[in-house]
């Protein structure tokens, strides 16, 4: 497993823009594909983007594709979720993941929050 901190969250308007960052720690960072999820209020948690361990292929919700961009820099132990034209129904607290067959590895969360 790999320990995972999320920063970047926080308060914007609709239309605006965010960029989220997961830290990762552990030699292994490479061989994961890291992914986003969130979870508003009352809702169970989604699958939001997923990028494999070479950063060649990229996966998207349809609800953020065109929207939301993640990519990552293995040199820094780091994967990006870039944010733009959000929406309020993007407000969530946004979780990175990491894992090979499964996601086993998960952050603590941050707090996204669009207003109208």
């Known amino acids: 497993q790999v320990q995972l901190v999320e920063s970047g969250g926080g308060l914007v308007q609709a239309g605006g823009s965010l960029r989220l960052s997961c830290a990762a720690s552990?030699?292994?960072?490479?061989?994961?594909?890291m992914g986003w999820f969130r979870q508003a209020p009352g809702k169970e948690r989604e699958f939001v983007a997923a990028i494999t361990w070479s950063g060649g292929t990229t996966y998207y919700a349809d609800s953020v594709k065109g929207r939301f961009t993640i990519s990552r820099v293995n040199a820094k132990n780091t994967v990006y979720l870039q944010m733009n034209s959000l929406k309020p129904e993007d407000t969530a607290v946004y979780y990175c993941a990491a894992g090979k067959a499964s996601y086993d590895s998960w952050g603590q969360g941050t707090q996204v929050t669009v207003s109208s």
């Open positions: 552990g030699r292994t960072f490479t061989s994961y594909t």
